[in-house]
């Protein structure tokens, strides 16, 4: 156990108060926030830190979580552009996903979670629906073990409508989602955990969702699903089943604080009304939204409502990053012109979205995703000096305007630092993009798809 201190930055605590601390300090004992101050920090501090992050020039904020994304997928990156949604799955995904096995699976996790650290993430949410090799959980956890992310498994499944190879019964789901529960769940100090994930309401059965959904709650764990992201697959539903999604949902008595809904676009007022009334999760995914054309979520009603609204990245096949900057950008921008409303969100606002929203969608509401004492020490120090940030007013619209990957210089979880002067110190991240690139070109050449993979 360490003790960290950071000081001389702009510490931007995304409390209720929304308190900038310009300069300040957070001190950091073990894997919690111990104290956070304005100026400079107390000389007893100085003198009783074992590690110490000169910040000064920087911003010191919250980690961001990453609600919803597909780590296999960023094998896929830019082979599925110009799509909908449901020929992208047809046609890009499918015929080279069913042939993931393990070791591909773990190489394009580490490449995808090095992506997330150095995107702003600090904690994921991976939607894992690939289990053509029963290894390929442990595969994805022991990636995140040995990076030291925060990471929550969403072992998914549909067990109908979708590739029979990828198809799994409601007891198959909850074995294998129990076995990699049993050998990852409170790993680390509660860091990795796993819960239960039916796809999408085409590809689950009335009696699996109830079946799952049980299973998680029995263990204390939540449901992640994608919900209404495109207005196809809502009409869908009302053709077979005569409701639409959350309607769906609710019939089932699923919902609730422990229901995370990945993207969540295409919903009425009678659904965000039953969103509010369950306390159930919301997870936006802008530039996902953007790139498949499926829709703009209505992001500004949710909030109206006192709906949790957690922002993500998507797969990197249905966005080509996992880059939280961008998504706090995206999520700005995209209501202010669809609306037409300059005033609609402001930085402060997005920045708790990523941030302590992120938390809830996680499972652990008020744990993280503020800088305070108590909170798991999450905490980035983004450098607000470079010709592209710098001059700086404002340090929350400098962050979500301004500040890149390229401008994230330090990253610590639960205490511990990954990432130190731009540089990742757990893990040689070479070796890392290398193995990715060589897991790539295997996976291609055996589903028979022509790729530009580099072969050096």
Request: hydrophobic content about 45%; aromatic content about 4%; some cysteine.
């Amino acid at each position: 156990m360490t003790d960290l201190l950071i000081h001389g930055g702009a510490v931007v605590t995304v409390d209720d108060a929304g308190t900038i601390h310009d300069p300040g300090w957070v001190y950091v004992r073990g894997n919690r926030v111990a104290e956070v101050g304005a100026g400079e920090p107390p000389s007893s501090r100085l003198r009783q830190a074992t590690e110490a992050i000169d910040a000064a020039g920087c911003a010191v904020m919250p980690g961001m979580t990453n609600a919803h994304t597909h780590l296999f997928q960023t094998l896929f990156r830019g082979l599925a552009d110009d799509k909908a949604l449901l020929d992208w799955l047809r046609d890009c995904i499918w015929p080279a996903a069913v042939h993931l096995d393990a070791e591909i699976a773990g190489a394009a996790a580490m490449a995808g979670l090095v992506e997330n650290l150095r995107g702003g993430a600090t904690s994921v949410i991976d939607h894992q629906y690939v289990h053509t090799d029963e290894g390929i959980n442990d595969a994805v956890c022991r990636a995140a073990g040995e990076l030291g992310v925060r990471f929550l498994l969403a072992h998914g499944w549909a067990d109908r409508n979708y590739h029979p190879r990828m198809e799994q019964t409601a007891e198959q789901a909850v074995a294998r989602a129990g076995a990699a529960r049993r050998r990852w769940d409170g790993h680390d100090d509660d860091r990795i955990r796993v819960e239960l994930a039916p796809l999408i309401p085409w590809g689950c059965s009335d009696e699996a969702m109830r079946t799952t959904v049980a299973a998680a709650r029995s263990w204390g764990r939540g449901t992640h699903i994608h919900c209404a992201e495109t207005a196809v697959e809502v009409d869908m539903s009302l053709e077979e089943r005569g409701t639409r999604h959350v309607t769906w949902l609710d019939s089932l008595g699923v919902l609730g604080p422990d229901m995370q809904l990945a993207h969540s676009v295409w919903l009425d007022d009678d659904e965000l009304d039953l969103i509010a009334a369950t306390g159930s999760v919301v997870v936006h995914c802008p530039v996902s939204n953007m790139y498949l054309a499926s829709g703009v979520a209505r992001v500004p009603e949710m909030r109206a409502r006192g709906i949790t609204v957690a922002l993500a990245s998507d797969g990197p096949g249905s966005n080509n990053r996992q880059d939280m900057f961008e998504v706090l950008k995206a999520t700005v921008l995209l209501q202010k012109v669809h609306h037409l409303d300059p005033l609609l969100l402001q930085p402060a606002d997005v920045l708790h979205l990523a941030c302590r929203n992120g938390a809830a969608a996680f499972g652990l509401p008020g744990a993280f995703g503020m800088v305070a004492p108590g909170q798991r020490a999450d905490l980035l120090v983004v450098d607000l000096g470079s010709p592209l940030v710098a001059p700086v007013h404002r340090v929350p619209s400098a962050l979500v305007y301004n500040a890149s990957p390229r401008d994230l210089r330090d990253v610590v979880v639960d205490g511990r630092i990954l990432l130190r002067a731009g540089e990742l110190i757990v893990a040689d991240e070479s070796r890392i993009m290398a193995e990715a690139n060589a897991a790539a070109r295997r996976l291609f050449d055996r589903a028979g798809i022509a790729s530009r993979v580099t072969r050096t």
